[in-house]
């Protein structure tokens, strides 16, 4: 079976070179299961940009996509990304294009099928007996399938001495099962390992949850699928460039049969909202950054009032700027996009994201940004039709930042 090729250099190869200097630039990757493959393409194309992350961040499939990266040699980041979305898609059939005896929507259920009753190679497997005849209390009882292969997979791809050697930060998210609380590991506070990848993308009922301490997690999208509140929420001192990667739209179209209502379901509940959620935090950052230019115009003695000091320490000094893409589905696809490992949709997924990515790092309003001393932008250029940039502004109207 041939394997996934990384596409020929870009255009970004020879546009001219502007690196993100002093910026901290942060790559922020959403949960999507096989949709992931289009986060790999982002970073192949940001990496050909200068734009390496000094940073990631990322909830189920995004917390393997960032461990792969985090874990791994510049020089061999996309290699070892292309590696591990070899050994998911190596075992479905494949499409022989339109003149094929099968039409593309039908191949992808059938693939979709495939994984479901037989896994996924270096993924997960399902369990014999299934969860039903499985001692209760054991993690084969509740979970249909065994991640034992994905353990394999990332111990063998991921050097997780380097991932915590501080030359690159690592987030991902989980859910604390007892507790039900969102928690973060983070190698800027403690040494991951592979569980801690693993229980940020343990998607419940498909997989049992992870043991940590002593306490047991679960995938971080059942809360909320997207990391950009975390990432603004850890303080810092330089100016932030975010790449914020979506795998799920918020944005459709009205479902005319049952099988559009559950696709339509399922991009709803894992966008987390996506576009409210990123103006929400956005809105935040611009009014708290508001809030301490306030109070440097005040006489010292009320800079020292308590509330002042409350509103000082919320948000950061420097300017965030975002890049919001988001993989937008292709009409052939259903709700089984996301456990649809075919090796023609990963590369399709791959090549989305390397598209969307180099079609916004080439754009004039990209190109010839002016980056503020404080406040907020957000570049959403990888849109059909016109082009957004826009900078956020203290307002009461939480969507004026981010286009809906």
């Not at 940020?200 to 949850?209: C, E, K, R, T, V």
């Not at 991009?267 to 301490?292: G, K, V």
């Not at 965030?320 to 997924?349: C, G």
């Amino acid at each position: 079976m041939p394997r996934i090729r990384t596409p020929s250099p870009s255009a970004l190869r020879h546009a001219p070179k502007k690196p993100h200097g002093e910026e901290e630039c942060i790559l922020v990757l959403q949960g999507g299961g096989a949709l992931g493959a289009y986060q790999a393409g982002v970073f192949e194309s940001m990496s050909e940009g200068s734009h390496a992350p000094d940073w990631v961040a990322g909830i189920s499939i995004g917390a393997i996509n960032a461990a792969l990266i985090a874990g791994n040699p510049a020089e061999k980041r996309v290699q070892q990304l292309a590696e591990f979305w070899n050994r998911v898609s190596s075992a479905c059939l494949q499409s022989h294009g339109a003149g094929g005896a099968l039409p593309r929507e039908a191949i992808n259920e059938s693939n979709a099928a495939l994984s479901a009753v037989f896994g996924v190679p270096g993924f997960y497997v399902p369990r014999v007996p299934p969860a039903p005849f499985q001692p209760p209390g054991t993690p084969g009882a509740i979970s249909y399938y065994d991640t034992a292969p994905l353990k394999e997979t990332l111990e063998e791809l991921i050097d997780f001495d380097l991932l915590n050697s501080g030359s690159m930060r690592l987030s991902v998210g989980a859910v604390n099962v007892r507790s039900g609380n969102f928690a973060y590991f983070d190698t800027a506070m403690q040494r991951l390992d592979v569980r801690h990848v693993m229980a940020s993308g343990a998607l419940p009922p498909a997989f049992a949850p992870i043991e940590i301490d002593g306490e047991q997690y679960w995938d971080g999208g059942i809360v909320s699928n997207t990391p950009l509140q975390y990432v603004l929420d850890q303080r810092g001192t330089r100016p932030r460039l975010v790449f914020q990667v979506d795998l799920f739209s918020a944005q459709g179209v009205q479902p005319i049969n049952m099988a559009e209502v559950s696709e339509r379901e399922k991009d709803i509940r894992y966008s987390s909202r996506t576009r409210l959620n990123t103006s929400s935090e956005l809105q935040r950052e611009a009014m708290a950054q508001a809030a301490r230019r306030l109070i440097a115009k005040l006489p010292p003695k009320l800079r020292e009032d308590p509330d002042a000091q409350a509103l000082k320490g919320c948000g950061h000094e420097a300017s965030v700027s975002v890049v919001h893409l988001i993989y937008r589905s292709k009409h052939y696809e259903t709700q089984s996009k996301d456990y649809e490992f075919s090796r023609q949709s990963v590369e399709d997924h791959w090549l989305a994201g390397r598209t969307d990515t180099t079609q916004t790092l080439l754009n004039p309003q990209w190109v010839h940004r002016k980056r503020p001393a404080s406040g907020v932008q957000v570049f959403d250029l990888s849109l059909d039709g016109p082009t957004t940039a826009k900078t956020v502004q203290p307002s009461t109207h939480l969507t004026q930042g981010v286009p809906s």
